[in-house]
Nanobody, 127 residues
């Protein structure tokens, strides 16, 4: 399985921006879809966005469309999540996940289907 490490979380005011990074290492050929998920206290994990390694197709949850942008730096094996216009309800631990068999095609695949996960990075949006 590919090894994933997230970074870039922190405390930001409402309306601010953060860029999360997900660096992949190990058998990096062994993944196609990379997804970003988040989990707030007392809530279920939810899909935020995903991108395909093969064709760079992307998908976004409705609640982040127009605010978040996912991108990939192939040579660095890193996926980014640019988050703009952040809201307090975006506060959560953000995780990246990867899988060789999944494909982002208009929606973020179910979190249970991703086999490799990072440790998460905390994002707090507060005045």
């Amino acid at each position: 399985q590919v090894h994933l490490v997230e970074s870039g979380g922190g405390l930001v005011q409402p309306g601010g921006s953060l860029r999360l990074s997900c660096a992949a290492s190990g058998p990096t050929f062994n993944y196609n879809a990379i997804g970003w998920f988040r989990q707030a206290p007392g809530k279920e994990r939810e899909g935020v966005s995903c991108i395909n390694r093969s064709d760079r197709s992307t998908a976004y949850a409705d609640f982040v469309k127009g605010r978040f942008t996912i991108s990939r730096d192939g040579p660095k094996n890193t996926v980014y999540l640019q988050m703009n216009s952040l809201k307090p309800e975006d506060t959560a631990v953000y995780y990246c996940a990867a899988d060789a068999e999944l494909y982002c095609d208009g929606y973020v695949p179910n979190s249970a289907d991703f086999r490799s996960w990072g440790q998460g990075t905390q994002v707090t949006v507060s005045p």
